[in-house]
């Protein structure tokens, strides 16, 4: 049947633009037009170059074979986050992806694993995390599973140059049918009664028509704020950090599967692997550090030699009040920004693009519809806010800055969380947030938060059960670890990029 809303224009390209132009290739058929404008004069910001596992979901729907795209984006893999000095100077932990241990009976491992400790016993919680024991030692490989034994528990994600990323689903999406325009959008032409967008204006003079439109112009929300005035929450209460400087470096050995992040004086210092190149950033509050102060830090602890200068961003952490108003849904940037502390940039954008898909228009817009949506896009956005606050309240590193962080108040939703955890260590997981229980308990463990006891039901076990279950929790993560190559021979074999000419990418 024929749609009579059947025009998708979409304002900005880059990873957003070109992830959305993909799907709708994939998913919406022939029956509708989807045109793609950017102009090559204008920067992406590009620092999305770290993910979580879901991203496999989205390239497995697109139909791309992960080997391809990790060849062709520069890209390595990832099992983790590393943090380093953040609950305290000296300490570090990792946020790994995948199973720790098992659950039994009732219960989750953790719940057992916390009567071992209460009782003074000495392991880690990472010694029953497959991914985590893999991580330390450079290690990577595809999940093996095997028909009537243990899950394997690995769970990863990748690192890939944004950039390669949105020209390699630019090829995809134009091989099925998407147009791309170039120039500037000079103009937003608004319907008086409706508030509807009518169609875009580039600096050539074109005019270009459309039923629903895509804001994917990054920061400054062209479209969603610019024209339609969606209005923007301030988070910056809970998330003080304002600013960024970021610059590439050359690759060391050895190719690490994790992403590193590291507490600084007023902020942090992100640290992504990829095949030809290290991503390096350091997020900072200018209230605390100066920009010259923050570079100096960034630049005196790259493990490889600066590819670029500096490169400085600024931005207020939030969300659209209105992620979809009218006939106009923001992606990206152009939605919030909430920092990359645990690389959901990209999912960000994954999600609006599945929820939008699921409330797609049939013959217009309702607002149920749309209120829908936002419903739920507002869950998504405050359900990660609420992770992401986590790090800085839960700390005690010393200085201005982090006894700030460690004073402020927080949101009633995290503080219910860490009450729980910090009574029985108990971990409830609201809806479908993004962040399992297990995310939730390495982070908080991991930031120094310890239960005053543990639930009774882990008590049914004897001692000796409870040794022996945990040895063989432990003896099966080690070796499922113990299989897997070292990460640079696993992608030398099935997918290494071809040699990167850093002089002739440069502008």
Known sequence: MRRSLKNIVIAGGGTAGWMAASAFARFLGPDYNVRLIESEEIGTVGVGEAT???????????????????????????????????????????????????????????????RHHQMGGKSSLWDYAPTAIAAARNRFGRPQENPGGLPSGVGYAYHFDAGLYAAFLRKYAEARGVVRSEGRIAGVSVHPESGHIESLTLNSGEVVAGDLFIDCSGFRGLLIEDALQSGYEDWSNFLPCNRAVAVPCASVDPLTPYTRSTAREAGWQWRIPLQHRTGNGYVYCSDFVSDADATDTLLSTLDGEPLAEPRQLRFVTGKRRHIWKHNCVALGLSSGFLEPLESTSIHLIQTGIAKLLEFFPSSGFHQPDIDAFNARMDFEFHAIRDFIILHYKATNRPGIFWKRCREMDIPDSLAEKMDLFRTNGRILRFNDELFTELGWLQVMWGQGLRPESY?????????????????????????????????????????????????????
């Open 52 to 114: 979580i596992p879901a991203i496999q979901l989205f390239n497995q729907s697109l139909g791309i074979d992960e080997n391809e795209f990790v060849r062709a984006t520069q890209g390595s893999f990832k099992l983790g986050i590393e943090f380093v000095d953040w609950s305290e100077p000296g300490h570090r932990y990792l946020h790994a992806f995948g199973g720790v241990g098992r659950p039994l009976g009732l219960l989750p491992f953790h719940q057992y694993w916390l």
């Open 455 to 507: 639930s009774p039901l882990a008590d049914l076990l004897s001692a000796e059960q409870l040794a022996e279950f945990l040895a063989i929790a432990s003896r099966h993560a080690d070796h499922v670890a113990g299989q897997m190559p070292p990460h640079h021979e696993y992608i030398a074999a099935r997918c290494a990029a071809p040699a990167f000419d850093h002089k002739k990418a440069m502008p």
